[in-house]
């Protein structure tokens, strides 16, 4: 059941900072996350505070250099279907296109997808674990088939976001608005590893929000993709997904970015695959050997160790589905 709280509804992004600055206050933008954390007592609100009537937050607008800007509020769905999205920023609509049904799709928001909670069982469930203060993770020697095999450090989680490996690839910004101004901060940066800290998922201090995506202009030659595998087709989180954004010269690699989702707590850049396309053809070889180079390094737990070669043949197909014929 959904404890008690007070509900609010600013008009201004002003008023929304100040509601969100009181003591457990959280933001709601789609609510398809929060709802659930809510009424599985994941964590607790005093008031949720909602977007939905702060004007401006739901556009896609053309930046000057040819680059897209995304309010926070619009809903994944739309990025999925934006003919712009699709045609210069392909990972971020393949990715948008993955995200849970076409329901929560419908319903679920950008910036609510890139700042939604872990989906680690232990950490939804009864359990008091590291990431909710307590003193161990339960995963390292638990259930942990869907846990991290790179990054861990403490906590295992996976970082649950689709879009936020693409929108790493396209070198999105997230502009992020507060009581103390507003600063613009690579997405790349937005994620907090728990190495730093195993209690809190991201860059955001008390009262800060994203207000909006910022996708530079692509450069010519750039081509990508995002796809995951999950354990139901209908919908699911990855247990392994890569997002890519390669700039090609013919078939040479000139610039290479490669983002693993269900690998680590965070979306994870996987450099030593990048290091291993760059100045290269594209083609099968080179695309085998920046797939092994991408887990190197990696440390499954007990019931994960699946996912090394899940992950390798996935990078390598993607990689090859982008050679050019
Ligand atoms: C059954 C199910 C399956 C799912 N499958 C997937 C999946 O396959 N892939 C995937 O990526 N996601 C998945 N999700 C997660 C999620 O619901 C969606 O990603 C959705 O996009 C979240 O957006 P929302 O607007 O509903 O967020 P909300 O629920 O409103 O918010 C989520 C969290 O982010 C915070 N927040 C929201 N907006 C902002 C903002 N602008 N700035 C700062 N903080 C903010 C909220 O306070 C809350 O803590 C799934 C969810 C469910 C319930």
Known sequence: MLPNFAYVRPTSL?????QLSKPEARLHAGGTDLLGCLRDQVFAASSVVSLSSVPGLDAIEETADGGLRLGALVRVARVAADPRVRSRFRALADAAAVVASPQL???????????????CWYYRGEFHC????????????????????????????????????????????????????SRVVAIEKFHVPPSVDPRRETVLEPGELVSEIV??????GTVGSYRKVRARGSWDFALAGVALALVLDGSRVKQARVVLSGAAPMPWRARGAEDALVGRRLDARSAAAAAEAAVAGAEPLEH??????????????????????
Do not use: M, W
């Open 14 to 18: 002003d008023e929304t900072i100040e």
């Open 105 to 119: 799709r419908a319903q679920g928001t950008i910036g609510g997808n890139l700042c939604q909670k872990p989906r």
């Open 130 to 181: 590291l990431r909710k203060g307590g003193e161990q993770c339960f995963a390292v020697r638990g259930e942990n088939h869907f846990h991290c095999v790179l990054g861990g450090d403490g906590c295992y989680i996976v970082h649950p976001s689709d879009t936020a490996p693409a929108l790493i690839a396209l070198e999105a910004l997230a502009r992020i608005s507060g009581p103390a101004g």
């Open 215 to 220: 996708l530079p202009a692509p450069a010519a």
């Open 304 to 325: 994960n160790g699946y996912k090394l070669p899940l992950f390798k043949g996935l990078i390598a197909e993607q990689l090859e589905a982008l050679a050019p014929r």
